[in-house]
């Protein structure tokens, strides 16, 4: 009995531990994810503009997080696998999203999400075999851009959304002059997923090929 009490007294001490701030901003992301969804689907001025604030809401705990990681010293394996994960299902959640209600066409999107998922696995391979696959600079970039360009699509889609009538004589919001910005925005987006994600498989390889055996 005192045994059991002593292990599970060290459990919760490393969980508080794991779970510092910077952790927490990353689960709050993750958390965020359906939220924005339920939010962005349904189809009214209020629900779209609260879309638009939890999105950038979850995109700004991105910054915040590592940079209080660093600042703080209190980096953790948890948070270096974590953090990336919950980009990974706050875009893709995004990106569903915007294929679901026909902003997005899902040739575009598909290679960007298996792209995601795809490391995420390498990196819970990784994870499991007791190393730590960090992001490169080149993957935070692709991730930073593609935030902003969700943002910007939430943007224009809110201006639409909420302004209504007001738009329709304005050339950026007509329907298919969007829907050609959406696709150039997306398009870049997936160059940048692919690109990254084979540079990473290229410079990974050699670990990628020991994780196998």
Sequence with gaps: MTITVKKTKFVVLDFLEVMNLPNKLTISRILLSPVFMVF???ENRITRAISLVVFTVAALTDLYDGYLARKYNIATNF???MDPLA?????STALISFVGLGYAKAWMVLPIIVREFLITGLRSLAAYKGQVIMASFLAKAKTA????AIVFLLIVINGETILGPVTKDII???TE???IYFDIVIFISMILAVYTGLDY???SFPMIKNLVK
């Design 145 to 148: 851009s593609q935030m902003v």
């Design 79 to 81: 948070g270096k696998f």
């Design 201 to 203: 498989i290229v410079k």
């Design 177 to 179: 002059e969007m829907q």
């Design 87 to 91: 980009d990974k299902i706050l875009t």
């Design 172 to 174: 950026f919001f007509n």
């Design 40 to 42: 962005f689907i349904i």
